[in-house]
């Protein structure tokens, strides 16, 4: 190899390393909007959806960086052994914070629980967090869940403040055996069809924690009733499993093109929302 190939090579790694620093590790430009948004060092960790990746997220904490909530946003990488590594860094002190979970066995709704967990504990471990918020999108939400099933009355661990279902399928989906006619109870919430899904996460009413945990539960009407992939009444049955032990819970129906299952990630109407939600003073 030329001295001049050696030369540009190295350059360009260079380069590669300072672009994925900033990029991981967070210096992003502009300021922080302090008048907006609050000013809290409490982390909120995006989970991603089946068959999926952190890329699928980037929408999402790309709007939080521009609107100017935070400047710092990191990666956390799971293996299928449930080994957490860290891709940037949280610097002492930083505002709202970000965590992009991306699962290497993206295809498995067993142990999305266990390696949520194994992400709170690693940031727990490296920057003492006592709190934390939770965003998920489809399979996403059953990270979050099948946590909260497991881990929500353990005080050891961060507490959970501020929740964000997208396009949730808390009742299961048709492919999976739920009804195409299912209905919830406008009250309650409560499904007239109960699958193996909603038969797992009932636990949720006696161990989701009292008047802690504020509730967002989003999902979208792209055509009947569905956003394509979840019928809405799935979406909406997390209600009966959260809403009588939640500090506050909400829904928001989102409708268009961009209402569809996939698309609901990459939305400016739901990043406004989840975006004022979490972090609007």
Known sequence: MTKKAVLTTGVLTVLIAISAF???NVKADGKLDKKNYVQSTTPTLFFHGYGSSANAERHMTNAAKKA???KTVIRANVDRNGTVT???DIPKGAINPIVEVNYEDNRNPIDVGRY????VSK????YGFTKMNMVGHSLGNMSILYYLLEHAQDENLPQLQKQVNIANFAAGLEAMGLSSDVKVDKTTGQPNHITQTFQRLLPLREVFPQNQIDVLNIYGDYKNGSDGSVLNASSRSLKYLVADN???YQEKKIIGKLAQHSQLHENPEVDKILIQFLWGK
């Open 116 to 119: 949520a967990k194994a992400v």
């Open 86 to 88: 860290l891709r940037g």
């Open 246 to 248: 939640a500090k506050s």
């Open 123 to 126: 940031l727990q471990e490296k």
């Open 68 to 70: 100017g909530v935070t």
């Open 22 to 24: 900033l990029f991981y």
